[in-house]
């Protein structure tokens, strides 16, 4: 398993944009595909964005796509997830997560390791 730690996340207003960050330790950074979850107030946690072990590919959800953008850094060991033109409505903890398989899922069953999670809070 990888220990993911997240960082990044803070009080900001609609409009603003965030870039969350998701360290990780361990040699075999480069071999997990990686996603970011959420879980908001009261609700059940929710996919985000995820991206292959290479980076060569991504997928996001509905609610965020064309507003966020995840991104990594196999040299640093690091992903990254940009979000842009935030909402009230991304109001959450976002956590990062990592799988034992190059290619990427949607699934937070499907992921092994996960990190304490970051508070991101949008007021309107």
């Known amino acids: 398993q990888v220990q993911l730690v997240e960082s990044g996340g803070e009080l900001v207003q609609a409009g603003d944009s965030l870039r969350l960050s998701c360290a990780a330790s361990?040699?075999?950074?480069?071999?997990?595909?990686m996603g970011w979850f959420r879980q908001p107030p009261g609700k059940e946690r929710e996919f985000v964005a995820t991206i292959t072990a290479n980076g060569g590919a991504t997928y996001y959800a509905d609610s965020v796509k064309g507003r966020f953008t995840v991104s990594r850094d196999n040299a640093k060991n690091t992903m990254y997830l940009q979000m842009n033109n935030l909402k009230p409505e991304d109001t959450a903890v976002y956590y990062c997560?990592?799988?034992?398989?190059?290619?990427?899922?949607?699934?937070?069953?499907?992921?092994?390791?996960w990190g304490q999670g970051t508070q991101v809070t949008v007021s309107s």
């Open positions: 361990g040699r075999s950074f480069g071999s997990y595909a």
């Open positions: 997560a990592a799988r034992g398989r190059p290619t990427w899922s949607t699934f937070s069953s499907s992921y092994d390791s």
